[in-house]
Antibody
Framework: QVQLQESGPGLVKPSQTLSLTCTVS??????????WSWIRQIPGKGLEWIGY???????YYNPSLKSRVTISLDMSKNQFSLKLNAVTAADTAVYYC?????????????????WGQGTLVTVSS | DIQMTQSPSSLSASVGDRVTITCQAS??????LNWYQQKPRRAPKLLIY???NLETGVPSRFSGSGSGTQFTFTISSLQPEDIATYYC??????????FGQGTKLEIK
């Protein structure tokens, strides 16, 4: 089955760019019907959808983060990536990658499954 | 954005108890609601989609109901392995997905 694994620096300085990569195994990121997503969980708080990308490179972002976010694909490595610019302490969170797959009859995905194990990114000088 | 409000925020129950969690949407979302389980130090797992449909492999003691703005998640007989935080998530206003703040379930 599909498995996802996040990787990247655990510490980022304020005003810099947070960069994370998600490696997908057990399936291809170019397969139809799968949107590759980033979701974060701020410590002690709930979950926040960041955005996702489809195989053709179409991206969809949370409006609250859109000005700072870029999600991209690397088909050759079966990976997708997140870049979040101009980070502050408020961006400290556990970042998850996840698959959002289309169910029969859907034109946009409804839910996220499976997820990676998550990686904590702390923004601090 | 559509706001999702869960209650209670935490809950303590005994093994074998019936447990109910509610999720209220700030506007009508029909049945566009999922429920997730997040065990300690683990990633969330999708349990229920379209408000009431169990994902494959999810035990039948879990169930969901509701439509519009009011939704309910129920565990018919609480098991020790059900200790987790549960989240609702709406997908009515795509692609703006929003989650509830979570309900932490503990064993008495």
């Amino acid at each position: 089955q599909v498995q996802l694994q996040e990787s990247g620096p655990g510490l980022v300085k304020p005003s810099q760019t947070l960069s994370l990569t998600c490696t997908v195994s057990g399936g291809s990121i170019s397969s139809a019907g799968n949107y590759w997503s980033w979701i974060r969980q701020i410590p002690g708080k709930g979950l926040e959808w960041i955005g996702y990308i489809y195989k053709r490179g179409s991206t969809y972002y949370n409006p609250s983060l859109k000005s700072r976010v870029t999600i991209s694909l690397d088909m050759s490595k079966n990976q997708f990536s997140l870049k979040l610019n101009a980070v502050t302490a408020a961006d400290t969170a556990v970042y998850y990658c996840a698959r959002a797959g289309l169910r029969l009859g859907e034109i946009s995905p409804s839910g996220f499954d499976p997820w990676g194990q998550g990686t904590l990114v702390t923004v601090s000088s | 954005d559509i706001q999702m409000t869960q209650s209670p925020s935490s809950l303590s129950a005994s093994v074998g108890d019936r447990v109910t969690i509610t999720c209220q949407a700030s506007q009508d979302i029909s049945k566009s609601l999922n429920w997730y389980q997040q065990k300690p130090r683990r990633a969330p797992k999708l349990l229920i989609y379209d408000a009431s449909n169990l994902e494959t492999g999810v035990p039948s003691r879990f169930s969901g109901s509701g439509s519009g703005t009011q939704f309910t998640f129920t565990i018919s007989s609480l098991q020790p392995e059900d200790i987790a935080t549960y989240y609702c998530q709406q997908y009515d206003n795509l692609p703006r997905y929003t989650f509830g703040q979570g309900t932490k379930l503990e064993i008495k």
